[in-house]
């Protein structure tokens, strides 16, 4: 079933399409960057690209803070919200279960192609914009700082900074990947929940989007401190941490361990409800 | 092959399915017949394990739904509201996915198995088109074909002649009549009487999620005890039979006598010509017009309403 769900992703044009989108984007950046060398002041902007220009190494996590706020997310909950509500929209869930397969079975294969994306899609940004970064920007050795590259002035510090090696970027890099991919399965259980609720893919994915901008919203807001460590977006930044020198390891762990609980939360949630449910698409 | 014992579903308030018993033996060609919105496709879901009863049992192939659906579905072909494909992958595509999803059947003989099932549906020759592009009575077809992939023992096939033209409708009828000599149990869902007259030998009648009438088709479309007559002597034919005729339009006489043979010799020795004559059996529309109201996707507005 596993092989199934992977084959209807890979032969699914809309994959593609989101995949080069994602990849796309970065890419148009850096080419916008490179050529004015107008990098947004730091501080401002998307995170680290005011450091990009001084090595092309750093690029693929300046490409992943460009596409972490909305589009990357959009595209996890678009696949995650089209995966039973999808099927049953398209009037194939029933045929898939009186095939039969399990419905556990079938929740667990869709979790998988949907963890497959998502760490493929954070992957393909992390190495398009690596190449990216190299080609235009070059591939000087980086300085990092306690303050971190992106809230500090990177020209003032690097100096007084810790030089990286291009082993210890990649290695941070990876870990960054990895937050970022787990935070993405956050925003896809919230909406794997929601496409086994409705029958509708677009109202799963606007439903999960809708989750994510409230808590943005709160998370900004000071009169919800109570509940601000508990909300999915709250950490969705920490993995800028990675790039300090030495590792901030608080927030990290933190934003981990918040986005495992959600990831627990809904996934047990939508195999509850999936379960028990009438199929009447 | 299908037996249910009080089947009942509700859905808040609303009763969709009301006490069913279900009977359906092996080898029969069951028509289950119902206006639209009868319950008819709830009770079909809940018997591939889709829908879950509120109360009652469901045994199907010997075993119970939808405890051990695991192990009955793979004997099951079925074909629920229409057929429904990835549409942009093609038939085939879409026949090698639904093949390897769950217990799939072994990849080795997939390819040739598929191109047999296409085969029987008649979409043989069949190119590499996606599945959106196909007509209504093609899709309607690759559905079969997936419930025909793994040569079911028992194929649960609601309104299977959907969308095809009376050619593809005869044709389908005739897959299923073969289907069912070579031992498939075909249990058909449907409110097209003419298509459930012409194929089935068992009918169930269901009503406003009651099951108001199972039996053999023959025992519903019983003889009358009356004979029509066509002849051209109308009036010499009123005479000889005084008395006996229940009805007279130009031509055709409603005779209240049940042998027609017997009658016939009597009409001819006076010299009434028949054209022709035969004994009245119900037909399966009065039959189901007696036990059933009009469709319940009709709204009528309640007297109580009206105030």
């Not at chain 1, 690097?158 to 993405?184: C, D």
């Not at chain 2, 000889?240 to 229940?246: C, K, P, R, S, T």
């Amino acid at each position: 079933m596993i092989r199934v769900e992977l084959a209807k992703l890979v032969r699914r044009p809309r994959s593609w399409v989101s995949l080069i989108l994602l990849c796309g984007l970065p890419v148009l950046v850096a080419v916008f960057v490179a050529v004015t060398h107008l990098a947004p002041p730091p501080g401002q902007g998307p995170a680290l690209l005011s450091a990009v220009l001084s090595s092309g190494s750093l690029y693929p996590a300046a490409a992943l803070a460009i596409v972490l706020p909305i589009f990357l997310p959009v595209a996890v909950a678009v696949v995650a919200g089209d995966s039973i509500a999808g099927e049953a929209g398209s009037g194939t869930l029933r045929y898939l279960l009186a095939r039969p397969v399990g419905r556990t079975r079938l929740l667990a294969a869709k979790l998988i192609a949907l963890i497959v994306y998502t760490l493929s899609a954070v992957i393909l940004i992390a190495v398009t914009a690596y190449l990216t970064g190299i080609a235009l920007f070059g591939a000087q050795p980086v300085a990092a700082t306690p303050g971190g590259l992106t809230t500090s002035n990177i020209a003032a510090t690097s100096l007084s900074g810790s030089g990286l090696t291009p082993a210890e970027i990649a290695l941070r890099t990876v870990g960054a990947v990895a937050f970022i991919a787990v935070s993405m399965l956050g925003v896809g259980a919230i909406a794997l929940f929601l496409s086994t609720v409705t029958d509708s893919a677009l109202g799963a994915a606007l439903g999960a989007l809708a989750a994510l901008i409230t808590s943005e919203v709160l998370v900004t807001l000071n009169a919800a401190s109570a509940v601000d460590p508990y909300l999915p977006t709250r950490y969705w930044l920490a993995w800028i941490d990675f790039f300090r020198d030495p590792i901030v390891w608080r927030n990290i762990e933190r934003g981990f361990a918040v986005q495992g609980v959600y990831v627990v939360v809904f996934l047990a949630a939508s195999w509850a409800h999936f379960a028990t449910k009438d199929i009447t698409s | 092959m299908i037996v249910t014992r009080g089947l009942t579903k509700r859905y808040g308030h609303l009763l969709v399915v009301d006490q069913v018993d279900l009977d359906v033996r092996e080898g029969d060609r069951y028509g289950f017949l119902g206006p639209n919105g009868s319950g008819k496709t709830t009770v079909v879901r809940m018997l591939l394990g889709l829908v879950y009863a509120t109360s009652g049992e469901i045994t199907v192939l010997g075993q119970p739904v939808p405890k051990r659906a695991a192990q009955v579905l793979p004997s099951i072909g079925a074909l629920v509201e229409g057929p429904s494909a990835y549409g942009h992958l093609s038939g085939r595509a879409n026949l090698a996915l639904i093949d390897a999803a769950g217990k799939s059947g072994s990849r080795r003989t997939r390819g040739s198995r598929i191109a047999a099932t296409l085969d029987q549906v008649g979409l043989g020759g069949i190119d590499n088109r996606p599945v959106k592009r196909y007509s209504l009575g093609m899709r309607q077809r690759l559905g079969l074909a997936a419930a025909l992939l793994r040569t079911p023992k028992l194929l649960i096939l609601d309104e299977p002649t959907n969308g095809l033209d009376p050619q593809g409708i005869r044709e389908i009828r005739d897959l299923l009549i073969e289907l069912n000599a070579a031992g498939t149990t075909v249990f058909l869902s449907s409110h097209q009487l003419s298509e459930v007259e012409q194929l089935c030998t068992r009918v169930g009648i269901v009503n406003r999620g009651r099951l108001v009438r199972q039996d053999d088709l023959e025992t519903l479309r019983a003889l009358t005890g009356r004979s029509i007559v066509h002849t051209p002597d109308t009036d010499r034919a009123r005479e000889v039979l005084d008395g006996q005729i229940e009805r007279a339009e130009s031509g055709r006489l409603v005779v209240a006598d049940a042998d027609t043979a017997a009658l016939n010799s009597r009409l001819v020795a006076y010299g009434v010509r028949v054209t022709e004559i035969a004994a009245e059996r119900r037909s399966l529309e009065d039959v189901v017009l007696s036990v059933t109201g009009s469709g319940s996707d009709r709204v009528d507005v309640l007297d109580e309403e009206r105030g």
